[in-house]
């Protein structure tokens, strides 16, 4: 049964700032998240470069040094959708933090377990925290687009195990088939 996911990701898809205008005075954007042969979109948000999507989307994870790419559109009527950008989401820090020999449950609602800066190997606008709240591992991220000239994404990552998943292999041991052998900081 090599073919069991590890667990399931949630990307809470939460808006969009300063999107590109693809129409005459605004854009229709949509994002499509994609991981492997997974495809998953949120609703069209019609006449709005500042949309507000609110969607939560659900990816199974089998290897996690599959890219999750996050690409945002331009819903047209009579044409090919126009693309609005795209980010690749980096969640090596997110499941590294789930690998940490700590006992999360004692921790403190809200608080933060790691922190990632901007850098050129991520899409990050800002810092982002990876946080311990109501029972769960959780990161907020602003995520600038790349290939386009101007928007942000913001979105939230969420890591269950479920019914059937393999997990990351916390059980004491300080290293998974996932993670480097050798630090490259």
Not at 2 to 24: F, M, S, T, Y
Request: hydrophobic content about 35%.
């Amino acid at each position: 049964m090599e073919d069991k996911p590890l667990g399931i990701l949630r990307v809470h898809v939460k808006r969009g700032i300063n999107l590109a205008i693809r129409d005459a005075t605004t854009s229709d954007p949509y994002v499509v998240i994609t991981l492997a042969n997974q495809k998953l979109k949120t609703r069209v948000i019609n006449n709005n470069c500042n949309p507000v999507w609110n969607e939560q989307l659900t990816l199974s994870i089998k290897d996690v040094n599959d890219p999750i790419r996050l690409t945002v559109f331009d819903k047209d009527r009579f044409s090919g959708d126009d693309k609005m950008g795209d980010a690749e989401i980096d969640m090596r820090p997110f499941l590294e933090a789930h690998q940490m020999e700590l006992d999360f449950q004692k921790l403190p609602n809200g608080c933060a377990i790691k922190r990632i800066r901007p850098g050129r190997t991520n899409c990050l606008v800002e810092e982002s925290s990876i946080t311990w709240s109501d029972g769960k591992i959780k990161q907020d991220m602003i995520l600038r687009l790349k290939n386009v000239e101007c928007g942000e994404v913001e979105i939230m990552l969420e890591w269950t195990d479920g019914p059937g998943c393999k997990g990351l292999g916390r059980e004491g041991s300080k290293k998974t088939p996932w993670m480097p052998t050798k630090r490259l900081d």
